[in-house]
C-alpha cells in the first residue's frame, strides 16, 4: 500500500522530491527506494507532527528549499497524482492561504453519517469554514442530499514557513472532533479547498483493505 501511494506521488508534476516518513522499520523495508525514506520518532501523534520531524531530519539547508510542503497519507494508495498538483496549484495561486486541501462531493448516505469521513464547508471563495465528523450542513430534519455535503480528502499542502514557524504553536482546538486543521482556523488562518470529482479509496478501517484490494484487481 504504502509502495503504491509514494509511487502515485511521484507522478505529479509539482513535487521536486517525495519522502516517505515513518516511525515503522517494516515500512522502511517495504518501500524499493530507501534512499527516500526518513525513520521519524515514535512520540508523533499525527502526520503533520511527522512532517515536521522529517523536515528536521533533513536539515534547514534542504528544508528551507522547499517553499511548499505537502503530506499524502500512506493509506491513499490511489492518490490522482493530478489531484495532487492541482492541491499544490491552489496554495501557489493564493497568498493568503496558509494551507490548501482536496475535497469531493458525497453521493453515499452512509457515507454522508460516518464519524469516520469528515466533512467541511466552505465560504464562496472555497476557504474551509469548518471541518466536522458530523454531516454538515445539515437541514432541520437532518435529510440527506446527494451531492450537497463535501467530503474532506486527507491530503494537505502547506506553505514550510507556516508549517514551522507557525503550526507547532498553535493550541489545540477546544472540540471533541479531534481534526488538527481545526487548530488553523481558530488561529485565524484560511485553508483553501479544492473541489475535486471523486474522492479515491482509503483505508479508514482495517475493514477497507479488503475493499480497497478488491478495487485495485478491477
Do not use: W
Not at 127 to 141: E, G, T
Amino acid at each position: 500500500m504504502i509502495q503504491h501511494t509514494y509511487e502515485a506521488a511521484c507522478r505529479a508534476t509539482s513535487l521536486d522530491q517525495v519522502y516517505v516518513a515513518t516511525d515503522s522499520d517494516a515500512i522502511v523495508a517495504a518501500v524499493n527506494q530507501p534512499s527516500s525514506t526518513l525513520l521519524t520518532s515514535e512520540a508523533c501523534e499525527n502526520g503533520t507532527d511527522r512532517v515536521l520531524d522529517a523536515l528536521r531530519q533533513l536539515g534547514d539547508a534542504v528544508a528551507s528549499s522547499y517553499e511548499i510542503v505537502v503530506n499524502i497519507q500512506g493509506d491513499e494508495p490511489l492518490v490522482d497524482p493530478s489531484h495532487i498538483d492541482l492541491c499544490v496549484a491552489a496554495l501557489q495561486n493564493d497568498p493568503s492561504c496558509v494551507m490548501s486541501t482536496l475535497m469531493a462531493p458525497i453521493y453515499d448516505e452512509s457515507e454522508a453519517r460516518s464519524p469516520h469521513i469528515v466533512k467541511c464547508v466552505t465560504d464562496r471563495h472555497s476557504n474551509a469554514l469548518y471541518f466536522s465528523r458530523s454531516m454538515i450542513p445539515s437541514s432541520k430534519d437532518n435529510t440527506f442530499v446527494p451531492n450537497r455535503i463535501m467530503k474532506h480528502i486527507g491530503l494537505y499542502a502547506f506553505r514550510r514557513s507556516f508549517l514551522v514557524d507557525v503550526f507547532p504553536h498553535l493550541e489545540p482546538f477546544n472540540s471533541s472532533e479531534d481534526l488538527e486543521q481545526l487548530r488553523v482556523l481558530e488561529g485565524g488562518y484560511k485553508i483553501k479547498m479544492v473541489t475535486v470529482p471523486f474522492a479515491y479509496p482509503g483505508v479508514d478501517l482495517p475493514s477497507d483493505i479488503a475493499k480497497l484490494e478488491k478495487f485495485m484487481a478491477r
